[in-house]
């Protein structure tokens, strides 16, 4: 199964860029992980946050795999269990999905991305860092992984 996750921002801090990849390791034979990021909008000048959240969009558009599912990470989205993300992960995999799931930038994502969503998801109700983001939703997809196949890193 492919998975892409797409993340506006660049230039992480060194303990984000090791722990996605300490979890990506994790994954296996049974997952192809794929972290892009997309360069962020410059603020100022003249491009408010809208023009900038538009530029961004355009650069996810070119990004996302042809054909993938889409899932956009938004505080209104649903806030899954992670027995509940395994669920999705199976099902997936079962109808052979590539997903794609979308970190906005400093302001968002866009209304027409969201709409262009097949599921909208949210880690959190807590305002996240954008690096903690990319941890948490790289960690907690290697859960679901860990929960399918019964391996005793998720004990709950």
């Known amino acids: 199964m492919n998975i892409t996750v797409l993340a506006v ?3 992480m ?12 390791k994790r994954f296996g034979r ?6 892009k990021e997309i360069k962020p909008e410059k603020r100022g000048a003249g491009v408010n946050a809208a023009q900038g959240m538009a530029a961004e969009e355009k650069r996810i558009l070119e990004a996302i795999p ?5 899932v956009v990470l938004d505080e209104r989205g649903q806030a899954p269990t992670s027995v509940g993300l395994a669920e999705h992960l ?3 995999q079962r109808n052979g999905e ?10 968002g994502i866009t209304d027409r991305l969201k709409q262009q969503a097949r599921l909208m ?3 959190s109700s807590l305002t996240l860092p954008h690096g903690m ?18 391996h005793p890193y998720h004990r709950g």
Not at 13 to 24: G, L, T
Not at 30 to 35: G, K, P, Q
Not at 66 to 70: D, K, S, V
Not at 98 to 104: D, K, Q
């Open 9 to 11: 921002g660049t230039k």
């Open 13 to 24: 801090p060194r303990w984000v860029d090791e722990a996605v990849s300490e979890y990506a």
């Open 30 to 35: 049974d997952i192809c992980y794929t972290l």
């Open 66 to 70: 042809a054909g993938a599912f889409l």
């Open 90 to 92: 199976e099902n997936w």
């Open 98 to 107: 590539h997903v794609c799931f979308v970190i906005g930038g400093a302001d």
């Open 121 to 123: 998801l949210r880690l």
């Open 133 to 150: 983001v990319r941890v948490l939703l790289t960690e907690q997809l290697y859960r679901a992984v860990s929960i399918l196949h019964n």
